[in-house]
């Protein structure tokens, strides 16, 4: 009877196991797919974005209202500040330096930190660790699909995107992607890349 137990929970493990590989491998798939997406042109800035559900725009608003209520920004005032940042971020790319911070680029922009802030809070609903982290993980995913690359370490590759340590980007990588950077690597030979 023992046996007959051991079995039947070593067959469920190895179901266990099979089904998380399968879940892997799709979000290794949707993750390539992204990555070879983000190498084509990007849109303009100050194209529409698809309209949000009435209802989130109403929790947004209310969210939003109650924290920058004293702010002095117009709503052209933010679209522009907006736009300057993102020129910024994907034409110098100040995020490969692991010391940049929102100081940083409050002085690059020429810009109140705050005013900066509220900009990425309200409009891209992130805060500036994330926002950082969305485009050093963009260029970690870019490097990694490039074979140019193959033979720079995955630790060397965090470095170089801006990241402080392995374990840090490691954590980021797969709340952005949903995957350990070990396992898109090794996604990536199996698809040929």
């Known amino acids: 009877m023992g046996i007959i137990m051991t079995v039947f929970f070593l067959f469920l493990v190895f179901l266990q196991m099979r089904r998380k590989n399968i879940a892997y491998k799709i979000l290794a798939k949707k993750n390539l797919e992204i990555a070879s997406a983000e190498r084509l042109p990007l849109k303009k800035h100050n194209e529409q974005a698809p309209p949000l559900p009435e209802k989130a725009i109403k929790t947004q608003l209310t969210s939003q209202t109650s924290r920058y209520s004293d702010s002095q920004l117009s709503l052209e005032q933010k679209k522009a ?89 490691n954590i980021a990588f797969k709340n952005y992607t949903g995957i350990t950077p070990s396992f898109y690597l090794k996604s990536l030979g199996e698809n040929n890349f």
């Not at 940042?85 to 490969?96: A, G, H, R, T």
């Not at 680029?105 to 005013?115: G, I, M």
């Open 81 to 169: 500040l907006l736009k300057l940042v993102l020129d910024i971020m994907e034409q110098d790319k100040p995020y490969l330096d692991k010391t940049f911070t929102l100081e940083v680029l409050s002085k690059k922009v020429d810009a109140s930190r705050s005013y900066i802030s509220q900009v990425i809070n309200e409009q891209l609903n992130l805060n500036f660790r994330n926002f950082i982290n969305q485009y050093r993980i963009k260029e970690a995913r870019q490097m990694l699909s490039d074979p140019a690359n193959k033979n720079l370490t995955i630790e060397s590759i965090a470095y170089s995107v801006g990241f402080g340590s392995k374990s840090v980007f």
